[in-house]
């Protein structure tokens, strides 16, 4: 990276659509001293990498204002800020289509009353120039700002069609009315019509991203704030985590998260890294030893020296990657917006090319006007807009019964075409870790074993303690005084009744001088079949023999054989070691060739560029930011639970652990894909139908403007077809 060289993000307000992101991204690369940029439509977010001394950040901002995009630097920028301003847009959207909706009814009525020749004194007076003049400009003017825009930045968009159709309409109505004198040709109906069923598209699809905004505020955790800092006169501080430095001295206590990188310069804790690494086992770390920011420390107080904070860590550097990943990832043209360039350039020449047969046939410029905009409202692609739009919403809303979010559009046609899904094993396949079975010695009554288990249990905040706490409770023991409890890394112990117990690995007890000789191949054994085995002493002799293992999500079995039943292939990746991975993987019947084990972050990325060799649409289901990379690379990310930063960065989440949701997202994305297609269909033979009788100049701009609505109304019927469908 050069000396000057720097990378701001950026959360984007107001980015209407993939053109203007493409469009913004181009005129970014454009300026001068801008080295690399992306600008994603689906996150709202832009990342942008430039030389200091060229260009500054406020000119960049000024960029994205000339393109009516709004810049807000990410670190600037809060969650509920963004919230705030996407319910006000959508606030603003709906006060506009309710007011533009009174508007219009007058307008329908007259057009209804007209069409069927019904003479009532009212009506007639709604059929006057000026009343629907007046009637009809507010919806016109308010309702097209957003295409013009869009029009000038991208002329083959359907804004070009909306704006010719309603405008040429608008005016043509302004000329029979006001000078011809016509009332039987006045179409300031139809100009209302094309721009609020296109808004109508607008409004649903802006809802569809309030309701997922809404549902992962609820799912989404709070992030700790403040940490505990060593002031210069020695005493605790408790300060904003945006007032740490580097070389700062903090204090982490049991059962807080860490907030910066660091070196333990003083204790020794477990920490649990799981969020960072994908390790469902704590590691027991000392003085001297790194600790990262995200990760949990679970056993005793540690003293840190802080090396990197805020951007610096490595948890925001894996965090940067996949979003930079991501954002090239995802800067492609939906098949829709492919169809709709292809279907704008080839109207605008058709009405071109009629409008040059016209003249040459010595017809009047007013017939040609009237056939232009014929041709142009029937094209118009209020139909093909909503296509998407509907059926996304349907199918979202459909998801969310079942706690599945799909966060963007691409989701349903990218989840419909895979080939490869691709399961993280912690906290997806695999749950916490849960006593499979206690081993006593033959001598030692199994009663009063729980007992002593759950006594020395109760007096620590370990997770391996917990999880025999638990297993104690479950089985009714009861509790009793311990005296001297200390607990360090790999194990506790404590008296109870005047003998000396301890709980801990074979290392711990062997520290501890004990005679572990006759459980040290059972305890090896153990091991080589993913299990933990901790030894239980008293008085300094093995006592029991505890074992360990992970508990397999219930739900998991089922969901791989349906998903192979789809002809899916399934996967597994994890940190873990091959025995344990193995054992897992032969239990949800995933075969041994497709499991990848003992990866850290950066090789899940080669594993998930392997599968993608063979196969060539994957989708990664992961649960923490040791699998976002992976995610990253496949086609796309899904994630399970309730992790802040996943739940940001994925296309779909899966709100609970039912991994039978992952089947279910497949079925709904095929189905609302299908839906999609049909919509697709339905818009284009209406077009198909009508475009050769509005070049004949059969269809008046009135009777174009029906069939339009007509369409529209087709399809967001066949839309709400997807709720028929059951999922169970």
């Not at 949990?296 to 860590?313: D, F, H, Q, R």
Request: some cysteine; proline content about 2%.
């Amino acid at each position: 990276m050069l000396e000057n060289e720097k990378t701001e993000r950026f959360a984007c307000f107001r980015l209407q659509s993939s053109v203007q992101a493409r469009t913004l991204k181009k005129a970014l690369l454009a300026q001068k001293g801008v080295i690399a940029a992306a600008v994603n439509f689906s996150a709202e977010k832009a990342f942008v990498r430039f030389d200091t001394q060229e260009i500054r950040i406020e000119n960049i901002i000024d960029i994205a204002k000339k393109y009516g995009v709004s810049f807000g630097l990410e670190n600037e920028t809060k969650q509920d800020l963004v919230s705030r301003r996407r319910e006000a847009e959508f606030s603003a959207v709906k006060r506009n289509l309710i007011l533009c909706s009174i508007l219009i009814i007058p307008l329908l009525i007259s057009m209804l009353f007209k069409w069927f020749d019904i003479d009532i004194e009212f009506i007639n007076y709604l059929n006057k120039p000026i009343i629907q003049f007046i009637l009809a400009t507010p919806i016109v003017f308010l309702l097209s700002f957003r295409h013009i825009l869009n029009m000038i930045k991208s002329p083959f968009s359907f804004s070009t069609l909306v704006v010719s159709g309603s405008f040429g309409a608008y005016f043509l109505s302004i000329y029979y009315g006001f000078f011809e004198k016509d009332i039987y040709r006045l179409y300031f109906d139809t100009a209302a019509i094309i721009l609020i069923a296109v808004y109508f598209s607008k409004f649903f699809e802006m809802r569809t991203k309030i309701k997922i905004s809404d549902e992962l505020s609820e799912v989404i955790s709070d992030t700790p704030t403040t940490a505990t800092k060593i002031c210069d006169d020695d005493k605790e501080e408790l300060v904003d985590i945006e007032q740490v430095y580097e070389n700062d001295i903090l204090v982490v206590k049991n059962g807080e998260r860490i907030l910066a990188d660091g070196v333990i310069i003083s204790g020794a804790s477990s920490i649990s890294e799981s969020a960072l690494t994908g390790a469902s086992i704590p590691a027991n770390k000392k003085v001297g030893d790194n600790v990262f920011a995200g990760t949990l420390n679970i056993a005793n107080p540690i003293t840190i020296s802080v090396n990197a904070v805020g951007e610096k860590t490595k948890l925001a550097g894996i965090v940067r990657s996949f979003e930079e990943i991501q954002m090239a990832k995802k800067e492609k043209i939906l098949r829709i917006e492919k169809i709709s360039q292809i279907f704008v350039a080839a109207v605008i020449a058709l009405v071109l090319i009629v409008a040059v047969v016209n003249l040459f046939l010595h017809k009047s410029v007013t017939d040609i006007i009237l056939v232009s905009i014929g041709i142009l409202i029937v094209a118009c692609p209020c139909a093909l807009g909503l296509a998407f739009s509907t059926s996304a919403m349907v199918g979202s809303g459909t998801g969310a019964k079942y706690g599945i979010l799909f966060r963007v559009g691409e989701a349903f046609e990218v989840l419909k075409k895979i080939n490869a899904m691709i399961f993280g094993k912690s906290e997806v396949v695999s749950k916490r870790i849960s006593v499979r079975k206690l081993q006593p010695m033959q001598e030692y009554n199994f009663k009063a074993l729980q007992n002593i288990l759950f006594s020395l249990s109760s007096n620590s905040r370990h997770p391996i303690a917990r999880t025999i706490n638990e297993y104690c409770i479950s089985q009714g023991s009861t509790i009793l005084t311990c005296v001297d409890f200390i607990e360090t890394t790999g194990g506790i112990k404590a008296t109870i009744n005047g003998g000396v117990y301890a709980i801990g690995t074979y290392e711990y007890c062997e520290k501890l001088g004990g005679n572990i000789e006759p459980v040290k191949l059972q305890c090896s054994q153990s091991e080589s079949n993913g299990e933990l085995p901790y030894i239980v002493m008293k008085d300094g002799e093995v006592i029991a023999v505890i074992l360990l293992s992970e508990t397999i999500n219930k739900t998991a079995e089922q969901a791989v054989f349906d998903l192979q039943n789809m002809d899916i292939n399934v996967y597994m990746l994890t940190q873990d070691s091959q025995k344990m991975a193995t054992r897992i993987a032969f239990s949800i019947n995933i075969p041994q060739d497709k499991v990848f084990a003992e990866l850290n972050p950066e090789e899940k990325v080669r594993a998930v560029n392997m599968v993608k060799e063979t196969e060539k649409d994957v989708a990664m289901v992961g649960s923490g930011m040791s699998d976002a990379l992976a995610m990253s690379e496949a086609s796309i990310a899904i994630s399970m639970g309730s992790i802040d930063s996943m739940t940001d960065i994925s296309e779909v989440v899966i709100k609970n652990d039912d991994l039978q949701n992952i089947d279910r997202a497949v079925e709904i994305s095929d189905k609302t894909t299908q839906i999609t297609n049909q919509n697709i269909i339905l818009a284009c033979v209406f077009n198909v139908i009508g475009i050769p009788f509005a070049v004949l100049g059969v269809i008046d701009p009135a009777i174009a403007s029906l069939s339009m609505v007509i369409s529209s109304v087709c399809v967001v019927a066949n839309s709400f077809r997807i709720e028929n469908y059951k999922f169970d």
